[in-house]
């Protein structure tokens, strides 16, 4: 029934979400979050470099937007909005961290809540080597993507991953534009470094066409034939 609500919003601009938010509409707020959830998550954890310490600054945030929505005057889009409450979010936690000593950054999750590259499957059916192949990149592009400095990886992941202009970022990290350019620029050329370095190793194995493709292309070929469990006659 739940899922039913949200559907019957899930189509409404930000503002009529707002408006139900701010009527304490539990639909509406659901709505809110699934929207910008991928966006939000990401440029948290780039931020604080881990997915559990990302997931625990994207419910702050949440809790800290929604108790100040009322607040909100439309003067830059909610996504902004709310990509600069996860910002501020996340700095101040890395803040917290580096005054208690702690460490700023835990083993990655190489299981990530959200892939980095989506690789399309171009066979009918899902290839388990194909799979995990594609598997193995994104988590060799995440694992990249982790190794950034911060101030690289948090505009990267804005730009590139996310899609967020150039003054969008810039607002959201309270940079100017000519440094996120320059930042990003200097983020394209150190991750090509990385998976240069990474990926040389991995050329022999690119492309595999074994497996069901193998097994796929040897099927049509013997039905062609029309050899289907026989053999070839002299």
């Not at 800290?64 to 700095?91: C, K, P």
């Not at 892939?115 to 990149?137: C, Y």
């Amino acid at each position: 029934m739940e899922n039913l609500r949200i559907e019957a919003v899930d189509g409404w601009a930000d503002a009529e979400l707002i408006a139900g938010a701010l009527d304490r509409n539990e639909a509406a707020v659901r709505a809110l979050i699934q929207r910008y959830n991928r966006r939000l998550y990401r440029v948290a954890r780039s931020v604080v470099g881990n997915d559990a310490e990302a997931e625990d600054v994207l419910q702050d945030a949440y809790v800290r937007a929604f108790s100040a929505l009322n607040g909100y005057r439309g003067e830059a889009s909610l996504a902004t909005w709310l990509t600069r409450i996860v910002v501020n979010e996340a700095l101040q936690r890395l803040r917290h961290h580096k005054t208690h000593q702690l460490e700023a950054k835990a083993p990655g999750d190489l299981q990530a809540l959200a892939e980095v590259i989506p690789f399309p499957l171009h066979a009918p059916l899902p290839d388990p080597e194909i799979t995990m192949a594609q598997r193995e990149i994104c988590v060799l592009v995440e694992q990249a993507i982790d190794a950034l400095p911060q101030e690289f990886r948090t505009v990267l992941v804005a730009r590139t991953i996310e899609g967020m202009s150039t003054e969008e970022t810039a607002d959201a990290f309270g940079l100017k534009a000519e440094t996120v350019k320059t930042r990003l620029h200097r983020a394209r050329q150190m991750l090509r470094a990385v998976l240069e370095e990474h990926l040389g190793s991995q050329f022999p194995h690119v492309f595999p066409f074994d497996g069901v493709r193998c097994q796929r292309i040897a099927d049509t070929v013997l039905a062609r034939l029309g050899l289907q469990g026989g053999n070839l006659s002299a």
